[in-house]
């Protein structure tokens, strides 16, 4: 338990937020591939407050069989908002391409960022490990 503390003072929030982008990947691509859908509805949530509320990681808990039940997903419902979009469709579809593929580009960059901080951060644990 000691030792789990301590690796996660020295990856900070990086495990997390590579967590929350794949999921935000999953979500931009589901609207990428709903572009031509009749009324289908854009959506997205805000990345940075997701990861600001999951960092203490508490969260509601039903303690009787009568309470809600909580949503135990990584982006609760609540947190998933539909995407206001700048120019109606007539069908209805709120997805616009342009702005879900800068989405995308801007979530996977950052993906990568995140990936390869917490890789050095392995390999120079690595070397401490091995007296290098």
């Given at each position: 338990?000691?030792?789990?503390?301590k690796l996660d003072n020295?990856?900070?929030?990086?495990?997390?937020?590579?967590?929350?982008?794949?999921?935000?990947?999953?979500?931009?691509?589901?609207?990428?591939?709903?572009?031509?859908?009749?009324?289908?509805?854009?959506?997205?949530?805000?990345?940075?407050?997701?990861?600001?509320?999951?960092?203490?990681?508490?969260?509601?808990?039903?303690?009787?069989?009568?309470?809600?039940?909580?949503?135990?997903?990584?982006?609760t419902s609540g947190q998933?908002?539909?995407?206001?979009?700048?120019?109606?469709?007539?069908?209805?579809?709120?997805?616009?391409?342009?702005?879900?593929?800068?989405?995308?580009?801007?979530?996977?960059?950052?993906?990568?960022?995140?990936?390869?901080?917490?890789?050095?951060?392995?390999?120079?644990?690595?070397?401490?490990?091995?007296?290098?």
């Open positions: 338990m000691e030792y789990e503390m020295a990856f900070g929030i990086h495990p997390k937020a590579l967590e929350l982008r794949a999921h935000r990947s999953e979500v931009l691509a589901a609207n990428l591939a709903n572009v031509d859908t009749p009324g289908f509805k854009a959506r997205d949530f805000d990345f940075k407050a997701v990861l600001k509320n999951e960092l203490p990681a508490m969260r509601m808990a039903a303690t009787r069989s009568g309470h809600i039940q909580p949503d135990n997903g990584l982006v998933t908002q539909y995407r206001v979009p700048m120019q109606p469709s007539l069908d209805g579809n709120t997805v616009d391409a342009q702005i879900e593929y800068g989405n995308f580009a801007s979530n996977a960059l950052e993906y990568q960022a995140s990936l390869r901080f917490l890789n050095s951060k392995i390999k120079g644990l690595m070397l401490a490990i091995k007296g290098q």
